[in-house]
């Protein structure tokens, strides 16, 4: 089903606190989902959009202390801080709603450039999105952390490491990122994990039952990237087989994998 909402014993995102945990099952990491399906041709199909709304941002102990932080602006302990995570830990959802709530333009890193800085800073807070070592100019970086110091602008950094992990030339620079605040987003628990399969089934307009989430949770890796691509897997699979997402389509795609 596609439209509408779901059919009984099918899930919603309102629904993801009655999920049942099924333990026993072998982990999959998310390169070897990917690698298990043979290429074959896959059925047209439209883009799908990922809500990013606060509405749809998944609460859990993983991501409480980022959600906090952006909740809690202005009223940050500093007017420039870093949101570190894993890939798929929510950093751009997290940031996509402070530029929504704040009027924050959004950059990658290794697009700003040192002429970009005045107009990214135009409204007095800019999204930094993507900071990892050796993608990004260090002068226009430090060009930005000045310009930000000196209009009392807020920025907001986000990478998958720390700024202690970075290695970074300029010595200023350096010192500079490492006094930013840093506020870290951990691998999914349990409960939310089975929450992001059904988040991003509902993205597709993926009507679901709980053996299917149930599958997909004991068998993939932790992460919401790995979560995100399984279920891309399943909804092209299904398009292109004429089939409904079920666990037996899922355990098809993923045994011995």
Not at 33 to 52: K, T
Not at 111 to 120: I, Q, R
Not at 160 to 184: N, W
Request: hydrophobic share 45%.
């Amino acid at each position: 089903m596609r439209e509408g909402g779901p059919a009984k014993g099918q899930l919603a995102l309102d629904q993801v606190g009655i999920l049942f945990k099924r333990a026993g099952a072998p982990a999959w990491s998310k390169t070897s989902v990917a690698a298990r399906v043979h290429p074959r041709q896959l059925a047209f199909s439209l883009p799908h959009a990922e809500s990013l709304s606060r509405d749809n941002f998944l609460e859990g102990p993983a991501n409480a202390a980022g959600l906090a932080l952006i909740e809690s602006w202005p009223e940050w302990p500093n007017r420039i801080m870093w949101l570190a995570g894993p890939e798929g830990s929510g950093k751009s959802h997290l940031a996509a709603i402070w530029a929504e709530i704040s009027g924050a333009r959004s950059t990658t890193a290794n697009a700003l450039t040192s002429a970009s800085v005045p107009g990214a800073l135009a409204t007095g807070a800019l999204v930094v999105e993507d900071l990892k070592a050796g993608d990004f100019d260090e002068r226009a970086l430090f060009h930005l952390m000045n310009l930000a110091r000196e209009d009392g602008a807020y920025v907001l950094f986000t990478g998958r490491d720390v700024p202690a992990a970075l290695e970074i030339e300029l010595r200023d620079l350096r010192s500079r990122l490492r006094a930013v605040p840093v506020v870290t987003l951990l691998p999914p628990d349990d409960q939310l994990f089975r929450g992001l399969i059904v988040k991003f089934c509902a993205d597709r307009q993926l009507a679901v039952d709980e053996s299917v989430v149930g599958y997909l949770a004991t068998r993939l890796e932790r992460s919401s990237a790995a979560a995100r691509q399984a279920v891309e897997l399943l909804d092209s699979e299904a398009l292109r087989l004429g089939r409904p997402v079920t666990r037996a389509l899922a355990a098809e795609l993923l045994r011995d994998a």
